[in-house]
């Protein structure tokens, strides 16, 4: 058990440039979960895996916004046209099934300029 | 929707102090409620948890009861040390219907544990 994987850890670029994260999950976690976080405020929830189903997306993920997880296994979310306001830590959990612990990743950090 | 408050911080204690972070919650269901910790540099680690009404999470030290009656899950624990210094996140989840699980946090709580 290696813990979820996230890269980069950290991603500075210009306004106007597309970004994407990579996310690997634990293995055999079938559920994956993206969150933004900005200074000073907890986690908000972006979108939800449940092997390679997208089932839920929440009303902050705009059309900018855009996430997949081919076969299952890792996920990307891929951010096109970057805005200073899109600039927050995004992280990436995954659990195993109901009921059961969530774990996060070390997140990468976004910031625009 | 659901919602998490936690008590407005920071929170600057001496070493062996006791400890209270106060939450509370709106639930449309019933949620699994949780306690996260995020260490300088490093992602969010559970805590502890609890799945109904009335049970206790514990774990380092640290306790919380989940009150359904007063919507609350507050965390304490007895003698802080310096190593507990960290942001502290109360979050609910739940796992019925279209739910899936996701978690629904409160803004955090930075706690500064001076020797």
């Known amino acids: 058990d290696t813990g979820v994987s996230q890269n980069p850890r950290h991603k500075i670029t210009k306004r106007g440039q597309n970004v994407t994260f990579r996310c690997d999950p634990i293995s055999e976690h079938n559920r994956l979960y993206w969150y933004r976080q900005t200074l000073g405020q907890g986690p908000e929830f972006l979108t939800y895996?449940?092997?390679?189903?997208?089932?839920?997306k929440s009303r902050l993920l705009s059309d900018r916004f855009s996430a997949e997880r081919p076969k299952g296994s890792f996920s990307t979310l891929e951010i096109q046209r970057t805005e200073q306001g899109d600039s927050a830590m995004y992280l990436c959990a995954s659990r195993r099934q109901r009921n059961t612990e969530a774990f996060f990743g070390q997140g990468t950090r976004l910031t625009v300029v | 929707g659901n919602s998490v408050t936690q008590m407005e911080g920071p929170v600057t204690l001496s070493e062996e102090a006791f400890l209270t972070i106060n939450c509370t919650y709106t639930?449309?269901?019933?949620?699994?409620l949780f306690w996260y910790v995020q260490y300088p540099g490093e992602g969010l680690q559970l805590l502890l948890k609890?799945?109904?009404?009335?049970d206790k999470g514990s774990n380092k030290g640290f306790e919380a009861t989940y009150r359904k009656e007063t919507t609350s899950f507050h965390l304490e624990k007895g003698s802080v040390q310096v190593s507990d210094s960290a942001v502290y996140f109360c979050a609910l989840s739940e796992d019925g219907g279209t739910s899936y699980g996701k978690l629904t946090f409160g803004q955090g709580t930075i706690l500064t544990v001076h020797p």
């Open positions: 895996f449940q092997n390679e189903a997208q089932l839920e």
């Open positions: 609890a799945t109904k009404a009335d």
């Open positions: 639930a449309t269901g019933y949620p699994s």
